[in-house]
């Protein structure tokens, strides 16, 4: 549970939170790591607990940008490209860049961006940060050689 707790703090505090996780928080956290698989509807569900009143950009006009990134436009076409991205069966580094590019949801998509990186990899011995510089450094050691 420790792990657990740890995780959802230093997710929070990325995005500027800085107060102990809910309960509701720690609940979805676990429900969401015993997923089989998981659609879309398990993001939406994740993202009204960690983000009430965010919701999927699958229509027109639900547009959004972070700093001076522009995802795409939304519109119907997010639900399908954010199913494709769930069921490609990349890793946890390029499912989680895929995710956070497609900017699925209108708020929280660091936060659900994390847990599903979580998820693929199912082990939480080392924070996001930490793991993520190591996936970081696979990435690119195994797509370039200098």
Known sequence: M???????????KIE???????HQEIDEFNRFMDLSSVEVKDLERFVH?????ARLR?????NVHVGKYYPPFG???????????LK???DAFNMHIEYEKL?????????????LWAWKHRDLEL???HRFYYDTLNYFNNKKKF
């Open 127 to 129: 924070g996001f940060l």
């Open 75 to 85: 519109a119907p076409q997010i639900r399908p490209d954010l199913e494709k991205i």
């Open 16 to 22: 500027g939170i800085h107060r102990e996780p809910h």
């Open 88 to 90: 490609s069966g990349w």
């Open 58 to 62: 699958d229509e027109y006009g639900l």
């Open 49 to 53: 607990i960690y983000q009430p009143g």
């Open 2 to 12: 420790n792990k657990v707790i740890e995780f959802i703090r230093e997710s929070n």
């Open 103 to 115: 900017h699925p949801f209108t708020d929280g998509n660091g936060r659900s961006g994390r847990m």
